[in-house]
């Protein structure tokens, strides 16, 4: 770990090339510690290489057994909480803020999913689901192309509040789920999804990748006439979010998919290159046209076989 990065999680989700289930850090958890979790990781392992058709991301859903999280955890999680909503009432997205509110995340303890959907499905359809760490790729895809978020429900120790090297509630839910209250952010990450799952071009997969990485994960979004933090990699990092806004060594480009997709990312150090965002509306209008453009690639590869 690069020192300097010392209070941002490098974990990544399957779209950036964490395409396995972790087996070690996270079923050592009490809270998904079960033959339950077991089954759900052999299920997603097992389904790593299906077609689309033959996905069943129900059978990689675990239940949030809430009663089993500790002092400690609600802990973390309020503690954590309050530092990063600290800076980010003023420099994250209002988008993400007013999420937040809409699907009442609290600072008194860590938050209970069927709670959270009761407020975000009746808004965009959205639906967070716990799952036992990290899943593969596909399978992850298959679950944002029918608008649920695949879940993780662990929570960092004490000891490691700064730094993870894997993905837990906080991130998860806290830094990615207030976004999807948002119908224009929510038809992106549907329709990403989408696209992700239809692929098989490893190039289109490399460009969906960083697509991934540089919106969802490390966005920046023009409101009220000043930069502000939307992706979750900015949003759960106090060191990284403000070396995003504010350091001169941040190359801050306008938005542009095509030129998204062809900048290679760095995960182990702060990020030199950032996109900003005009609108969510920008977002989901590139996505739609590069989808389509996918889709039409996969119907000439199909013609021509």
Known sequence: MNPKSGSHRRDTHPAMGSTEMSGTGALQSAVIASDEARRALEAANAQAEYP???????????????????????EVWRTIFDKRMAQLEHSGSRVFLRGAEAIALSRDEVPRLGEVNALLTP??????????????????????????????????????????????????????????????????????????????????????????????EFGLIHEDGRLKLYGSG????????????????????????????????????????????????????????????LLELRRVRKVAA
């Open 234 to 293: 900015l949003i759960s990092s106090e060191g990284e979010g403000h070396h995003a806004l504010v350091s001169p060594e941040v190359d801050r480009r306008p938005f542009d998919l095509e030129r998204v997709c062809d900048t290679a990312f760095e995960i182990h150090h702060y990020q030199p290159i950032l996109y900003v965002l005009d609108s969510f509306e920008q977002l989901a209008d590139a996505m739609n046209r590069y989808a389509k453009k």
């Open 123 to 216: 808004m965009t359809g959205w639906s967070s689901h716990a799952v036992p760490g990290y899943i593969p790729a596909r399978c992850f895809f298959a679950f944002l192309a029918k608008r649920q978020f695949p879940t993780t429900i662990t929570v960092r120790p004490k000891s490691q509040m700064d730094y993870l090297p894997e993905p837990d509630i906080i991130h998860d839910v806290f830094g990615h789920v207030p976004l999807h209250t948002d119908p224009s952010f929510a038809e992106f990450l549907q329709i990403y999804g989408q696209a992700a799952l239809t692929t098989d071009d490893p190039v289109h997969t490399e460009r969906l990748a960083r697509l991934f990485w540089f919106t969802v």
């Open 52 to 74: 689309a058709e033959r996905l069943d991301i129900d059978a990689m859903k675990i239940a949030q057994h809430w009663d089993r999280y500790t002092a400690e955890d609600h």
